[in-house]
């Protein structure tokens, strides 16, 4: 099914050219229950509190293997490197991302489609679930970048156009994150507020953003205020386990100088009930591979 809806209220105005505003979220974090799936009560009140859960260990050693030779294959492909889909590195010529990968790998497409990952995402959203985006990441030693502090759903309600919270992402490990070779972070609790952020989309601005966060980024003044608020988070874990953290989340990773590659298959599904419309801050959405408008149910 593909389909744009158009609605007129925006909740959650962002980049208007106006100042920066924190205010409070509106919509739940929590749509599902323990009834409705493989996650515990104790699980879901933590998801609800913090933004984020952490799996020790979601699929096995032997999964990751045959996931990790998948990503070697393709990062020497050069009509992968060649396709619009695949994000490098300016300096170091090192493949940095690769999106729409559950359209580009049957390997990739299947555990985008594996129950233990789409079931948790409706039990977290209390409904069918879409894959919004889907990429690999790569981090490789001494050259992967950083990724500054933001909330992905202001960029997702801005320039994809969904309307309101009702989206989860999932991070995959294919190796092992320690707190120093770049790994996620978190400030958990953050998610309960949102920052609508200054200034205004500029044209194109996914070609820039994919690569670096610039538009939508918080301020200095306030993401310091939600450190000293929230504290932040380092989530480290080994090759298997899997973050699932909230659309509205304020999170980062530093750069790697380490020689210890870091490398996630990293899944966005979106409520089926929570479906694009146009951009509420752009004249126009992101190409399909950066915010999806095909919403048939995933599983």
Known sequence: MTATQTVQTDVYPTRTGGAERVFDREDPTLYGTADDGPMDAETLSGYDRNGYLAIDELISADEVAALKDELKRLSADESVRRDERTIVEAASDEVRSIFEIHKVSDVFAKIANDPRVVGRAKQLLGSDVYIHQSRVNFKPGFEGKE?????DFETWHAEDGLPRMRTVSISISLTDNYS????????????????????????DNYKKSLIMQGAGTPEKETLTEFADTYGIDV?????????????????????????????NVFIVFNSVENTAVDPFSTSSPRPEFAGARDFTPAG
């Not at 080994?238 to 999170?251: K, P, S």
């Open 235 to 263: 989530l480290e874990g080994t090759a298997g386990g899997a973050i699932m953290f909230d659309c509205n989340c304020m999170h980062a990773s530093n750069g790697n100088v380490t020689p210890f590659a870091r490398s």
């Open 147 to 151: 990724f500054m502090w933001h909330s």
């Open 180 to 203: 120093f070779n770049g790994p996620l972070m978190i400030m958990p609790g953050s998610h309960k507020k949102y920052v609508s952020c200054a200034g205004e989309t500029p044209e």
